[in-house]
Nanobody, 122 residues
């Protein structure tokens, strides 16, 4: 299982970034995928999840209306479009394979990538 995230960077408040997650080593189309973030000194926080078909998505209250998760069904990658970014969105963002209902409650579970850093600062 290999998950490789990209697209992070430094952006000013109210800016946008698009994260990508490329998956390999497993049948991508049969797995739900998630984004989990971890800020310095804090535990992991589930951000968003998407089902296998890409038709069902869910979001943490803290990002609802600002972030959008998507996938091209049987193909990589999984995207996370992040708009109206806030300083509190600063974190290392991880792509995580696993059932959303499980990962949402136990964000340390599943299979993780190495993460991509997002820093929101003026």
């Amino acid at each position: 299982v290999q998950l490789v995230e990209s697209g992070g960077g430094m952006v000013q408040p109210w800016g946008s970034l698009r994260l990508s997650c490329v998956a390999s080593g497993f049948p991508f189309r049969v797995y739900e995928m998630n984004w989990v973030r971890q800020a310095p000194g804090k535990g992991p926080e589930w951000v968003s999840g998407i089902n296998t078909s890409g038709c069902d998505t869910s979001y943490a209250d803290s990002v609802l209306g600002r972030f959008t998760i998507s996938r091209a069904n049987a193909k990589s990658p999984v995207y996370l479009q992040m708009n109206s970014l806030k300083p509190e969105d600063t974190a290392l963002y991880y792509c995580v394979r696993g059932p959303t209902l499980f990962i949402r409650d136990k964000p340390r579970g599943g299979s993780w990538g190495r993460g991509t850093q997002v820093t929101v600062s003026s």
